[in-house]
Nanobody
Framework: QVQLVESGGGLVQAGGSLRLSCAAS????????MGWFRQAPGQEREFVAA????????YYADSVKGRFTISRDNAKMTVFLQMNSLKPEDTAIYYC??????????????WGQGTQVTVSS
């Protein structure tokens, strides 16, 4: 059974940084795509970033380009989201997601439990 376990959320001031981690287990991820979504209170869930496990191609939402970086550690089966220059509008629950294949659809097959990120002004 595939499991995704996030960590690294918290409270940070605007302009600060956080790094989220997502440890994956229970599957063979070499041909999968993994990534992050977020959902703020009263808003729909939105795509943040994705990375193909094979080759490492990355994709970002326009709202986070240049500030967030997604990466992976093959040996640890872990995906990271480095978030810099955080803004109050980045406040949300961040969810790790994984999907077999070369794309991360809007409704990936597997989800983590979510981790809260709060950015104070």
């Amino acid at each position: 059974q595939v499991q995704l376990v996030e960590s690294g959320g918290g409270l940070v001031q605007a302009g600060g940084s956080l790094r989220l981690s997502c440890a994956a287990s229970g599957g063979t991820f070499s041909l999968w795509t993994m990534g992050w979504f977020r959902q703020a209170p009263g808003q729909e869930r939105e795509f943040v970033a994705a990375i193909r496990w094979s080759g490492g191609s990355t994709y970002y939402a326009d709202s986070v380009k240049g500030r967030f970086t997604i990466s992976r550690d093959n040996a640890k089966m872990t995906v990271f989201l480095q978030m810099n220059s955080l803004k109050p509008e980045d406040t949300a629950i961040y969810y790790c997601a994984a999907n077999p294949g070369m794309v991360l659809p809007t409704n990936p097959r597997y989800w983590g439990q979510g981790t809260q990120v709060t950015v104070s002004s």
